[in-house]
């Protein structure tokens, strides 16, 4: 997005008289999407969005980003295997993740609880605040010798605040895995029926409540990634 771009997108969605009298608004809130949109592109983001949506008359905000990177991984499971255990270790107790078979071939998927700092110049209280947000991300290697030889990774990475919804979104992150789809006419799909290697992945850190949901083997677990 070039910086013309990003105020044409501005004026777009924001009113003209609500930034008419404060054009100091409009210009930095121009800026900040230039700026996020080279960011995007350099971190090779193939998708990246908001959506602000109502569940029983609350108002609740969820971001998706998708990125299509460079990976050279080997195997396709022992690379999602080594996803997980790498990145749970990293991140800790609040964290937990599995390793689930698509028609795709194997997905490494990890949630848990992150803080986001507001920082005091663009915090509404004019205080530094730190916002709890749910996080989920799902990490699939590409099949070799699907849309081109170099092998990459698919990056999907969900995030909101409002963790009461998480049960919700949760059914909007399974249709978009099973959604996925690489240009490979040649290529039989593997079998479904294989079963992955991990332990069931939590919704939700232990603390927070967390939905009742179906593993691979349909047998009751904490997951709703089943």
Same mark, same amino acid.
């Given at each position: 997005?070039?910086?013309?771009?990003?105020?044409?997108?501005?004026?777009?969605? $924001? #009113?003209?008289? =609500?930034?008419? @009298?404060?054009?100091?608004?409009?210009?930095?809130? +121009? /800026?900040?999407?230039?700026?996020?949109?080279?960011?995007?592109?350099?971190?090779?983001?193939?998708?990246?969005?908001?959506?602000?949506?109502?569940?029983?008359?609350?108002?609740?905000?969820?971001?998706?980003?998708?990125?299509?990177?460079?990976?050279?991984?080997?195997?396709?499971?022992?690379?999602?295997?080594?996803?997980?255990?790498?990145?749970?270790?990293?991140?800790?107790?609040?964290?937990?993740?599995?390793?689930?078979?698509?028609?795709?071939?194997?997905?490494?998927?990890?949630?848990?609880?992150?803080?986001?700092? $507001? #920082?005091?110049? =663009?915090?509404? @209280?004019?205080?530094?605040?730190?916002?709890?947000? +749910? /996080?989920?991300?799902?990490?699939?290697?590409?099949?070799?010798?699907?849309?081109?030889?170099?092998?990459?990774?698919?990056?999907?990475?969900?995030?909101?605040?409002?963790?009461?919804?998480?049960?919700?979104?949760?059914?909007?992150?399974?249709?978009?895995?099973?959604?996925?789809?690489?240009?490979?006419?040649?290529?039989?799909?593997?079998?479904?029926?294989?079963?992955?290697?991990?332990?069931?992945?939590?919704?939700?850190?232990?603390?927070?409540?967390?939905?009742?949901?179906?593993?691979?083997?349909?047998?009751?677990?904490?997951?709703?990634?089943?």
């Amino acid at each position: 997005m070039t910086a013309e771009e990003a105020e044409e997108a501005i004026a777009e969605r $924001i #009113p003209k008289d =609500t930034l008419g @009298s404060n054009p100091s608004m409009f210009k930095s809130l +121009a /800026e900040n999407i230039h700026k996020a949109s080279q960011v995007l592109e350099r971190s090779g983001a193939f998708y990246a969005g908001t959506c602000v949506r109502t569940y029983d008359g609350e108002l609740s905000l969820g971001t998706l980003l998708v990125t299509v990177t460079p990976f050279e991984f080997g195997d396709t499971t022992v690379a999602a295997n080594g996803i997980i255990r790498s990145l749970v270790a990293e991140r800790g107790e609040s964290w937990a993740g599995s390793v689930f078979d698509t028609p795709n071939g194997p997905i490494a998927v990890v949630s848990g609880m992150k803080s986001f700092q $507001i #920082p005091v110049e =663009t915090s509404p @209280s004019s205080e530094e605040l730190e916002l709890p947000m +749910a /996080e989920m991300q799902a990490f699939l290697p590409v099949p070799q010798g699907v849309e081109n030889q170099q092998q990459c990774l698919v990056c999907i990475n969900f995030t909101t605040p409002g963790r009461v919804h998480w049960d919700e979104y949760c059914s909007d992150i399974v249709e978009l895995l099973c959604s996925i789809t690489f240009d490979c006419p040649d290529r039989a799909a593997p079998s479904a029926s294989s079963q992955s290697t991990s332990e069931s992945l939590p919704a939700l850190p232990p603390t927070e409540p967390t939905p009742g949901d179906t593993r691979l083997d349909n047998e009751t677990s904490a997951t709703p990634f089943g």
